[in-house]
């Protein structure tokens, strides 16, 4: 079993600046990608940012410029730096991660999800 943590949304005024943290444990042999999705109301999820195990990133075109992909391969944390925050990314945001068992590859787990909610 392998437990996904977010943390760090909340409620911030269009043009600010949110960090969010996203903790992968339990039973991995080797952590692969790790990524951000999100889910507004209405609407179904998408991907925000992901990022290889070798660093590499890929973003979607509406935060381009405004979001930073990073991760920890120590701590098995991945993060997303969001800054000139507008109301539309309003959403709940799920991190998830790519990893491998001790007896399986190919594996992928979710987290619960954390609301950010920008303000006009």
């Known amino acids: 079993q392998v437990q996904v943590v977010e943390s760090g949304g909340g409620l911030v005024q269009a043009g600010g600046s949110l960090r969010l943290s996203c903790a992968a444990s339990?039973?991995?042999?080797?952590?692969?990608?790790m990524g951000w999705y999100r889910q507004a109301p209405g609407k179904q999820r998408e991907l925000v940012a992901r990022?290889?195990?070798?660093?590499?990133?890929n973003y979607a075109d509406s935060v381009k410029g405004r979001f930073t992909i990073t991760r920890s391969n120590t701590e098995n944390t991945v993060y997303l730096q969001m800054n000139s925050l507008k109301p539309e990314d309003t959403a709940v945001y799920y991190c998830?991660?790519?990893?491998?068992?001790?007896?399986?590859?190919?594996?992928?787990?979710w987290g619960q999800g954390t609301q950010v909610t920008v303000s006009s």
């Open positions: 990022i290889t195990s070798g660093g590499s990133t």
């Open positions: 339990g039973s991995i042999f080797s952590l692969n990608g």
């Open positions: 998830n991660v790519d990893y491998a068992s001790r007896y399986y590859s190919g594996l992928r787990s």
